[in-house]
Every structure is written in C-alpha cells, then in structure tokens.
C-alpha cells in the first residue's frame, strides 16, 4: 500500500471526519472508498476531447434582397429622426 498525504479546505476535513467517525470508520479508508467509487463511476480513461466548430446558425435566409438593403436603412433612419423631433 502506498502512503499519500492530501490537503483539504477545513470545512471538508470536519464533514469527511464526523461522517467517518459515525460510521466507525478511518478517515484513510472512507478516502479509499470514495476514490474507488469515483473511479468506478467516471472510469480511468480521460474522454476524448471533441473538436470544437463555430455553431451554425440558422437564421432562415436573407428576407431584404441586399440592393434594397440601403434604401431600406436610408428610409428608417429617416423616420427616427422624425420621431425625435
């Protein structure tokens, strides 16, 4: 058996030894337990990485033919402008 030493935040060394203490058992096998549990749980391989892509985003087309696109602009900008008056 192998000897490690761990640090842990205060607050998860008082619950792991009350939880310990209450079930009879040291602190070092509630360790091992727990280690075994996560291991058989999320196994010893790392997952594959995916490959990250750029999302695609599916905004249903062009609804302003772009020769317009201008006029369009041109026009509403006029109208807030009125607006503000």
């Known amino acids: ?12 060394y008082k619950r792991a030894k009350s939880f310990a203490v209450k079930r009879e058992l040291s602190l070092a096998e509630m ?4 280690l075994e549990l996560f291991l058989a749980r ?3 391989e790392a997952p594959a990485a995916k490959r990250w892509s750029l999302p695609k985003v599916r905004a ?3 609804k302003v033919p772009l020769t317009q696109l ?3 602009a041109a026009e509403d900008e006029s ?5 503000r008056k």
Do not use: N, V
Not at 1 to 12: A, C, N, S, V, W
Not at 31 to 34: F, H, P, Q, V
Not at 79 to 83: A, H, I, Q, W
């Open 1 to 12: 058996m192998t000897r490690t030493q761990i640090q842990l935040p205060d607050e998860l």
């Open 31 to 34: 360790t091992r337990r727990g």
């Open 42 to 44: 999320f196994g010893d």
């Open 60 to 62: 249903g087309g062009i």
């Open 70 to 72: 201008h006029d369009i």
């Open 79 to 83: 109208t807030c402008s009125l607006r």
